[in-house]
């Protein structure tokens, strides 16, 4: 196993035990966004929001 697999190991790891908080997380940097930018890119904001959470199932 190389370096880069025991890190990716660990992260997987990390991510699945905090999915929960990392979610949350991504919810509020969205949710953030979306008031600095006057609700304008809500669309695009939700879709990134949804998109990382599907990453984040994936590790």
């Not at 660990?10 to 699945?16: M, N, P």
């Not at 991504?26 to 939700?46: E, F, L, R």
């Amino acid at each position: 196993m190389g370096l880069f697999d025991s890190a990716k190991d660990k992260i997987s790891d990390l991510a699945g035990d905090n999915q929960d908080k990392i979610e949350d997380g991504v919810d509020q940097a969205g949710d953030a966004i979306d008031d600095k930018t006057g609700g304008k890119y809500s669309d695009k904001i939700d879709s990134g929001q949804d998109a990382a959470k599907d990453k984040l199932g994936d590790l």
